[in-house]
């Protein structure tokens, strides 16, 4: 009788080994065969799941988005209003563990446009709504003094974020794409300023932000 394997196991498996690929020896090295030989398999136990290169990365993917859900979940933990739309902000822009090759083989989906398929970019879009949809929540959950277009501002922010960390990681530290994240929080919301880092928005009027006592 031929052995029963669990599908998302398997998925999960593969995913793994996508980004073991990716991390050790760059995007480019990333193939089916090379993902298969990381399994310890032939290629045919990629592509009973995964059926081209592109449904790989989207695949890891997927992945890594039910382990950054898992992470902000942890992350939000206990706080509420504007200072939970803050930790968030602080969050998105950080760099952990594997989040760098994650980012890359985002862009490099992204770029693979209709080729990569119409499943491939469906799921892609799917997860960007995904991505979006979990920035609405927070967002009404902050409070009414964020208007409407909030989370796809910071939607827009997070993503121009990660490409830029990519371009030039010493330029982009997180620290500083939390600082502008924090601004923009503070440019849009009148409740949210200091909610990070203890600044108050000044009361000129101008939309600045000053250091608090």
């Avoid at 050790?24 to 290169?53: F, K």
């Avoid at 760098?100 to 469906?122: D, N, Q």
């Amino acid at each position: 009788m031929p052995i029963e394997v669990d599908e998302a196991r398997r998925l999960d498996e593969i995913a793994a080994a996508t980004i073991q690929v990716a991390r050790e020896r760059g995007m480019r090295a990333v193939t089916i065969r090379a993902v298969a030989e990381q399994l310890g398999g032939s290629t045919a136990v990629i592509t009973n799941y995964v059926p081209s290169r592109a449904g790989l990365m989207v695949n890891a993917l997927r992945h890594a988005e039910e382990e950054w859900n898992r992470e902000i979940e942890e992350e939000l933990q206990g706080l509420e209003g504007p200072e939970r739309l803050s930790a968030l902000a602080r969050w998105m822009c950080t760099t952990r563990g594997d989040d760098e090759v994650l980012r890359r083989l985002l862009m490099e989906t992204i770029s693979a446009g209709p080729a990569a398929g119409k499943e491939v970019e469906r799921t892609r879009s799917d997860l960007a709504r995904a991505h979006s949809a979990s920035l609405d929540a927070v967002v009404a959950e902050a409070g009414p003094g964020f208007p409407p277009e909030t989370a796809d501002i910071l939607h827009l922010l997070f993503r121009g974020f990660w490409l830029a960390a990519l371009e030039d990681s010493e330029g982009w530290p997180a620290e500083r794409g939390a600082q502008a994240a924090q601004a923009v929080l503070d440019l849009l919301g009148t409740g949210a300023s200091g909610a990070a880092d203890g600044r108050v928005a000044s009361s000129d009027g101008a939309g600045e932000a000053t250091e608090g006592p």
